[in-house]
């Protein structure tokens, strides 16, 4: 029994463990947030790490303060460069998106068209359906109507040609 009482122990430990109460949640959300941050940053650590950005950041400085006119043409060119090249990344995330929402959009309009036809399919099916339903209860009424008709005649025409007053049942 001890095996028992321990599992109750440890189910009911766990139960409210993963129990979230409703602050609890915005305390969870934060709390992950704050992982992938601080997993995005240790990315970025060791990639600088693995290149050894900070002792090429200072062998640049070094090199800068030994050869002041490089370092100013190195801002110069810099400076007139940046401008075309943020210019085409701009242009280049606008086309993706705009070509992206274009897909969107033409994707929507085939599926819509061929909704379209479609729809017409099925009310050109649905059409001839009925129709032939209706040219079916039409003729099954003619023939009731028929049958009927020719019943009376028939009965009529007795009636007319043996008398009332004959029996026509003994022999």
Do not use: W
């Not at 003729?139 to 009731?144: A, D, H, P, R, T």
């Not at 019943?151 to 003994?170: A, F, W, Y």
């Amino acid at each position: 029994m001890p095996d028992r009482d321990r599992y109750i122990e440890l189910s009911e430990v766990m139960n409210n463990e993963n129990r979230l109460d409703p602050p609890n949640n915005v305390d969870f959300a934060f709390d992950r947030v704050e992982d992938v941050m601080h997993a995005i940053q240790k990315f970025f650590a060791l990639l600088s790490e693995a290149v050894n950005l900070k002792e090429r950041q200072l062998a640049a400085k070094k090199f800068f303060h030994e050869h002041p006119i490089l370092c100013v043409i190195t801002g110069i060119s810099v400076a007139l460069c940046a401008p075309p090249v943020f210019c085409f990344f701009v242009f280049a995330v606008t086309t993706a998106s705009f070509l992206f929402l274009g897909f969107l959009i033409v994707e929507g309009t085939i599926l819509a068209c061929g909704f379209m036809v479609l729809l017409g399919a099925i009310l050109i099916v649905l059409c001839i359906l009925i129709g032939c339903s209706a040219v079916i209860v039409a003729v099954y009424y003619s023939l009731l109507l028929g049958h009927r008709i020719s019943h009376q005649l028939s009965v009529g025409m007795k009636r007319k040609l043996i008398p009332e007053n004959v029996d026509t049942h003994s022999d």
